[in-house]
């Protein structure tokens, strides 16, 4: 017979600074078009020193386990987070992906980049096409070349940017070196 362990509950109350940094993580990666709530969740994976069960994560973040799921499926897409070993009883636990760069290589890529690239050919098209449309709605195909030029500026530092989160040495491992060799180049 098995026997049940009894883990205490997570709650965020019991550590309010981790809970406002999470808040406040959760809030940045929305603007970099996920949910609130996965940021928050990444945060406390990454930042607990144990990986931690759906239920955890559904109690510390206060939403249902069915959204905690859906978080999941979502942030191991882009594999931001990945399942750690088994807990007690076989639950299954989850933990931050170490490798935060190549998460953000992964999430650049497969947005920003096909965005930029989705762009880059509305432009394209717009610009090799004579439009039958009145006057007033011509794009001006100065202008237009010059949003394809843009586009081609930002996926060159897109690309340079990704780029730069490979190999040991990257921003994301070694952060405060990366910001002390800018520093010195100021």
């Known amino acids: 017979m098995k026997r049940k362990i009894r883990h205490p509950q997570v709650k965020p109350q019991a550590n309010p600074e981790l809970a406002a940094l999470a808040d406040l993580v959760g809030e940045f990666i929305e603007y970099w078009g996920f949910k609130a709530v996965q940021g928050r969740m990444w945060c406390y994976l990454y930042l607990l020193a144990r990986p931690l069960s759906s ?12 959204l905690v799921t859906q978080s999941i499926q979502v942030l191991s897409e882009y594999q931001l987070i990945v399942q750690a070993s088994k807990g007690p009883n076989g639950v299954l636990r989850f933990e931050a992906n170490p490798d935060v760069a190549a998460g953000i290589r992964r999430v650049l890529a497969s947005r920003e980049m096909r965005l930029f690239g989705r762009i880059a050919t509305a432009a394209e098209t717009l610009k090799g096409k004579r439009s039958s449309a009145p006057a007033s709605v011509q794009a001006d195909e100065t202008r237009v070349a010059l949003v394809t030029e843009w586009v081609s500026v930002a996926q060159l530092g897109l690309g340079m940017g990704m780029d730069l989160l490979k190999g040991a040495d990257h921003p994301f491992a070694r952060p405060a070196a990366f910001a002390t060799g800018l520093s010195k180049r100021a």
């Open 55 to 66: 239920k955890e994560l559904a109690q510390l973040v206060r939403i249902s386990p069915a």
